[in-house]
């Protein structure tokens, strides 16, 4: 097992210099284009990893997933979704136009900006720091760890390059889709962007889902069954952005990326399987970490398509 | 000829009920649906008018042509149509679409929501203050009216409905389109779109501009003559929002269209003929008022297409 | 089994009431929309059947994906997606607007009309009676069925109505995305799409795809073990149009559905299972189909997802 | 007069190398792009001209001002603009994409490809031989140029390479915007773009709108003044395709052009102003000419904007 994990981070460092950081986010420019680690976790809660595991991203978009999920627990699915949709979107993550375009205008699904943006409005939490505690409260759920922390330097820098974002929030409210203090929400959006985590967490948190909701490391229940089969079949659609239908060709099992360059792989009663690589392809999903899981899923048989 | 301003403003308060007052800015719903007044202003400086000419309104989009007017004067036409377009849009006035669809990203001209706000974001003043001032300023020599000033709750009310426009503004500045201030660039927009007038001073406006810059009451020049090219030929192709061709058919002059009510036309080397009316057609139009011009459009003879 | 079988057949008959066959194409609107069956073929061959299982529909959509393996076996996957993507699409199946708005003009996939009619016109026959021969007789290995054959009253019908396959199969010339004469492609089209077939014709389609490309009733290989996998891969994110999100779901496992009310589902390593019911959904799925695979995922633990 | 003319031709050449002639049609290709004409027809019938006078071109788009005339005469304005709008388009000619995007299916204006093929659909003929002799009766009444005929080699060309026209029609009809035989509107289509015509023909009939329909050369009427002037409003708004609005700032009056390199300009009440060049610039207007109209704009005053 470590052997097949490390032959992967070998395979996956052999792209690494096809790929580039994200500049987009000033802080996110500082990461290594270099590091490459890949962890499993069984559902078991058995944890196995290779190459630089000590590599600390943020989750960036895997975030929108502790998000959704916790929309999930508190709003239930019937009202969630008659305000995102859970189809695939052809669009760029940060896409505007199908907004305009058709009624009703709301997002394609919960995981591109826009979508991820609304779920966080559907919260009933007071202010940002009430909704941001609630997110930070289930990924530290999903992973086990307690310490999971927002790196405040990175949010902020996510702040300042935000109007992408922000047009998208004004949007929604324009069109009636969202309701709420756009500055606010946005403001809870940047932070759980920001949240700083490693392959192990990343790999618990797949487990997580992996197993319906029960984290394998404390036997914590975080989502429901039906939460988590939610969860899981909107990453297998969208969660790679629109990379997410060669990612089915090549990988075959749900996960969920982000511009950090993290992914969080689910194999459905089995395990957890992440990598962190912060080279991206033309996507935004790291180069390495695609390449890497490809090998593992092979490997290891994970590929559930 | 008070007797065919009389008759055509008698036509089309005919229309009224088939209209609506603009609802989606709060201050503006309070306006007179039943309210129609039109003026004619010869390029002598000779004035007529019929109807409610007391009403006052808030100039809306008319003030584009005072921004732009300034933009030209001070930028140069190089730099302004470097960064916005010249050509009419089929999408609504504030469509955000074609600014993520095709590149260059850029506003598809000066008249759409898009493009104006780009525009102020060009003018070199240190804040909106100054900024307000400047375009105002124009406003004021091309009316020849130096009391024209904002209406603060239609401005404040402006502010606070103001998604749509919002989310333009950070969508420019996200394509790199636009540099600035966004909220501080908005605030001149909302409030040179509250600016108050009459049906006498729209109708010396556009005299200003028929007359190739100068205005007729006070011999003032305002704009080169080459500007007021410009301006009246953007007035032509899209100075009714997505009803431009309509009017051209209908009516055959330029003009400028606000969601106030307000029509300030340009007949070239004749006069300035404005209308108001807060009764508002499908395209936000004022549907009295454009009713109004297509009567003296044709008895006297105004039609240069 | 059986038992399984025939209550999700029952639960599937309480929605068909909500659903309409496909009138775009007037033979198929002769369909019984109280029809429905389900059939499960397991990858050792052992079939079971439920509901209205003499009931014989046209392949429709699901003919894509003989013709797409077919392309995959003779051209390799490397030319196949040099010319077509492999991402879902949030547009209709039959939409053309993607195709001028973003470059490479190209179709998002190989499922929506536009990809299929395009994946044709890579195959080297000369003319269509050889290519639908072809198509056919994958057609025929997948189900181990060799009395498949074309219903050329529909195939009529289809050619009498189609239009908007017309438009797509031009315009992809017209931006050079194809070669080859249109009428004689689209031909092939009509008729692969006119082929017929019973609920267990599917259901063996199905598990010739679950079991790698080998059909689980006579051993024969159709495809490779790479085709098969990505075959099943696009069903999962493209296969039920723009209603793939939900059945992802709502079901969980690969399937590709046809207007003529038949989806032919793919659980890896399994079972083919499929159903057939010609009243659809808005989508152009069948909804009381979709609701007896809903049942027999849950029921028989079917979901990879 | 000559002079000015002579003076505004060898402006025009200045700028013909960096202009290149139609190549998607192959016969266009042959055509030469040092040609450059202009040529200037009074409402009095007065004719002036200057350059390559010889030099014949095929009409190409300006041939739809004669059939939209035509179907204006026939059909009633009322019957065509509901079916077809007034409205600039700010998409390329031959775009397809507006069409499915908002509802009503409809084109933007008669002007672009799509809604010059609706309008042919409109006119009651047995078949395309009648339907065309009815549109070179318009053209020929319009030039009162009994010869004009179509030059059957660029029809041939237009027809083999007509596959971006073919998908527009065939999607106008599947969103049921059009009705009849595509293929038979088609070729009427494609062969009055293939009429053949010189700057002197051009000039007559931009005359014969200028003067209300009334043809100066022979008196005899061709359209109502009513037509006319819908014919010059389109012509303002629409008529260089999505450069109109640039040419309204440059040249100022109504005109069409065509990709054969024609530009027939129609001065209200004064004269018809055409230019003949087929070397054009980006957007397929003739770049000579357009500069040609600049300078003869200015020189004789003839802008109306």
Sequence with gaps: MERILEEAVRSGRGVLREGTVATYIPEL???????????????????????????????????????????????GEDLVFSRVGVEPSADPFNSIMRLEMRAPHRPQNPLINSGAILVLSLLPFRDSNERLEAVLGVMKKMSGNN???????????????????????????????????????LD???????????VRDLAVMGATLASGGVNPLNGDRVFSSRTSIILRALMQTCGLYDGSGDFAVRVGFPAKSGV???????VPGRAGVAVVGP??????????????????????SLRVL
């Design 29 to 75: 420019a500082k990461s290594d284009p270099a590091a490459l680690a890949a962890a499993c976790c069984g559902i078991d809660g058995s944890i196995r990893s290779a190459g630089d595991t000590a590599t600390r991203i943020t989750v960036q978009s895997i975030s929108k997933m502790a998000s959704l999920g916790l929309a999930l627990n508190i709003c």
């Design 147 to 185: 310490h999971m922390s927002v790196n405040e330097a990175v949010a902020a820098s996510e702040r300042n390059t935000s109007d992408r974002n922000r047009s998208l929030g004004y949007f929604l409210r324009s069109v009636e889709a969202m309701e709420g203090n756009v500055e606010n929400i």
């Design 188 to 198: 809870t959006y940047f932070r759980q962007c920001a949240i700083e985590c490693t």
């Design 260 to 266: 950090g360059g993290g992914i969080m792989g689910s």
């Design 279 to 300: 080279a991206l392809d033309a996507r935004g999903n790291s180069i390495g970490g695609i390449r890497t899981l490809e090998i593992l899923s092979e490997k290891l």
